[in-house]
């Protein structure tokens, strides 16, 4: 081995070995500021500097590592072009990692929210208002991000500032082309921006989206997902809230109304079911305590409709007490008042029902005369013996 070879050998070492040592020494220069962070965060009653330590530990890991290696990269005994390019590499990755805590550092905005509005909360149009509001923002917050991270970084190449120049000077045709390809993102996204500032939906708001009954339990900045009753998730664009109709049921209060539907005969006591209906409700902790009510909705040939009408404090209270009521209430019925039950009616005419009447009763035997003459009785069994035996056939004439 020659001494040029022997010297690049050394360099590689040495080179290597500050490098582990930088980098060594860096992780654990982060692990006391993050301790003493952890340390001060228990003391205090907010929940930020707790969010920075959680959200921040691992990207800063990168960025101390990154920076030790950059303070230290002019120092190494390294070619000049070998040096610029790892310096560059560092800022690159540096960068990226200055992205990455920003986009983690945007979750203390959800986590301070959650914290003081309570999405469980009986009365939650408020902690509805706020969680969607700042979800949204949350959601394009992160775009914006991951879009000037990208363009920093990009423009860190030089290769690619100069396609980017040349991209400026044609930015006519290229906006063009980029705003028809990227059409269907780009809507989605000022959808976005929209709900967020007018919030026709908000988190844990009751809709009835393309036929389907669910709640609204995301909302992305390019979809909402719906999770349906049966446990489905619906996921719809969100430009779908913006142009086309759909039903908010907890748009201004999360108090909803049910109807229990009834259908019975005419000879139905109301009052009676009505009072049944009042005690029912005032024994079932799901009931509101404000709107109950029962009235004949329609009359048809057959029967009446009865509508129960009664409140509760969520879509999901509401749907089990309809159920329960529509129990109770034919139970009720069946138990008190099973004449008034659904029915069908007939009616016969007169002579028709005579003529049942008749053919109801038993025949009457009827007798026939023999050959002993008219003054000869004949038993019953005689009679029902020459009904079933006919005429004789006549007698035949004895040759010469």
């Known amino acids: 081995m020659d001494n040029a070879t022997l ?4 360099h590689g070492l040495i080179t290597a070995g500050v490098l582990i040592l930088v980098a060594g020494a860096a992780l654990v220069l982060h692990r006391i500021a993050f301790a003493v962070g952890e340390r001060i965060s228990r003391r205090t009653p907010g ?4 969010g920075v330590i959680h959200y921040g530990y691992q990207p800063a890991q990168v960025i101390f590592v990154t920076l030790g290696l950059i303070i230290v990269m002019p120092t190494l005994p390294l070619p000049e072009d070998v040096r610029i390019g790892l310096q560059r590499l560092l800022v690159l990755v540096q960068t990226a990692a200055i992205g990455w805590l920003a986009v983690r550092l945007t979750n203390i905005i959800n986590d301070t929210v959650a914290a003081r509005y309570d999405l469980q909360a009986a009365d939650n149009l408020v902690a509805r208002e706020v969680h969607t509001r700042v979800r949204m923002l949350q959601r394009i917050l992160v775009v914006v991000i991951v ?5 920093l970084i990009l423009m860190a190449i030089p290769s690619i500032r100069q396609i980017g120049v040349t991209l400026f000077a044609s930015a006519g045709v290229a906006g063009l082309v980029i705003g028809f390809a990227a059409r269907p993102a780009l809507s989605n996204l000022i959808a976005g921006v929209q709900l967020a500032l007018t919030q026709p939906i908000r988190i844990d ?4 989206v393309e036929g389907e009954w ?5 909302i992305r900045s390019t979809f909402v997902v719906v999770r349906v009753w049966d446990l489905r998730r619906l996921v719809v664009p969100l430009s779908h809230f913006i142009e086309q109709p759909f039903q908010n049921w907890t748009r ?15 000879t139905v006591p109301v009052d009676a079911v009505r009072q049944e209906l009042h005690r ?3 024994d079932n902790p799901l009931w509101d305590g404000q709107v109950w009510g029962l009235q004949v909705t329609n009359a048809t040939e057959r029967t009446v409709e009865l509508r129960a009408l009664v409140g509760a404090r969520t879509s999901g209270d509401a749907w089990n007490l309809r159920c329960q009521l529509r129990e109770q209430l034919i139970e009720f019925l069946q138990r008190q008042y099973p ?9 016969l005419p007169e002579k028709l029902s005579q003529a049942a009447s008749a053919a109801a009763k038993p025949a009457r035997s009827r007798r026939r005369p023999t050959a002993a003459g008219p003054d000869a009785t004949q038993s019953g069994e005689g009679a029902h013996d020459d009904t079933l035996r006919g005429p004789e056939p006549p007698a035949r004439e004895k040759p010469d």
């Not at 929940?47 to 707790?50: A, G, L, R, T, V």
């Not at 708001?205 to 009835?208: A, E, F, K, L, R």
């Not at 669910?214 to 995301?218: K, M, V």
């Open 147 to 151: 879009v000037i991270t990208a363009c």
């Open 252 to 266: 201004r209060t999360a108090d909803i109304l049910g109807t229990v539907f009834l259908y019975v005969d005419y």
């Open 7 to 10: 010297a690049v050998w050394q």
């Open 205 to 208: 708001d009751v809709v009835i």
């Open 214 to 218: 669910g709640w609204i339990e995301e």
């Open 280 to 282: 029912l409700v005032q």
């Open 47 to 50: 929940n930020i500097d707790s």
């Open 339 to 347: 004449d008034s039950l659904p029915k069908m009616r007939a009616e």
